[in-house]
């Protein structure tokens, strides 16, 4: 149980486009999911924090118009990268929060590599 | 400013013997702690936690202690295997709330 799946796996787009990424649950429901993203040999930089039928709360530094989250039911969450730059090339990773009983946990995502050209 | 950290970004292990990954933190309020391990291009997988209760978790081969005075846990594999090459994460938590403040990870290298 607690299966998180990303869609795509890996994408490349041109600089200047737009990119959406998909973040599913696909054995529970979760009203909240974390993205993140890993640059290489670097830690996970927790970026927003997703809920589902309201706002996404962004990370401090983190531009809310440029990285959009829309939470539209309780086992999907999108992250779209807009206008994609070079620098936005990164390891993208999402989580959905689930309650074990004593606390809650997150199940991670395999992740989402997108290279910007 | 970096509330946990990693201060080795590599460790290699004989197969068989003892693996002690550490981990450090600033951040007083931080009151649940996880070991993750990570595999290039996949997402982080969950090991171990610790609640700030307690001083010590076992599950199979994976112990976590916690020194809450140090500001320090650590997370030992025994006896280490070569599918435990990976990376591993530690991660926390602070009181009542869901975010995860990830360190900086190290490397483990377990050989034959």
């Known amino acids: 149980g607690a299966v998180v799946s990303q869609h795509p796996s890996w994408v490349i787009c041109k600089s200047g486009t737009s990119v959406k990424i998909e973040c599913r649950s696909l054995d529970f429901q979760a009203t909240t999911m974390f993205w993140y993203r890993q640059f290489p040999k670097q830690s996970l930089m927790l970026m927003a924090t997703?809920?589902?039928?309201?706002?996404?709360?962004?990370e401090q530094g983190v531009e809310k118009d440029k990285f959009l989250i829309n939470h539209a039911s309780l086992t999907l969450s999108t992250l779209t990268v807009t206008s994609a730059h070079p620098e936005d090339s990164s390891f993208y990773i999402c989580?959905?929060?689930?309650?074990?009983?004593?606390?809650?946990?997150?199940?991670f995502g395999p992740g989402t590599r997108l290279t910007v050209t | 400013d970096q509330q946990v950290k990693q201060n080795s970004p590599s460790l290699s292990v004989q197969e068989g013997r003892i693996s002690i990954l550490n981990c450090d933190y600033t951040?007083?309020?931080?009151?649940?702690f996880l070991w993750y391990k990570k595999y290039p291009a996949e997402g982080p997988t969950f090991l171990i936690s610790i609640s700030s209760i307690k001083d010590k978790n076992e599950d199979g081969r994976f112990t976590v202690f916690l020194n809450k005075s140090a500001k320090h846990l650590s997370l030992h594999i025994v006896p280490s295997q070569p599918g435990d090459s990976a990376v591993y994460f530690c991660?926390?938590?602070?009181?009542?709330?869901?975010?995860?403040?990830f360190g900086t990870g190290t490397q483990l290298k377990v050989e034959l």
């Open positions: 951040n007083s309020m931080f009151d649940y």
């Open positions: 997703s809920n589902e039928g309201s706002k996404a709360t962004y």
């Open positions: 991660a926390a938590s602070a009181l009542g709330g869901n975010k995860l403040t």
């Open positions: 989580s959905a929060l689930t309650d074990r009983g004593m606390r809650y946990e997150q199940y």
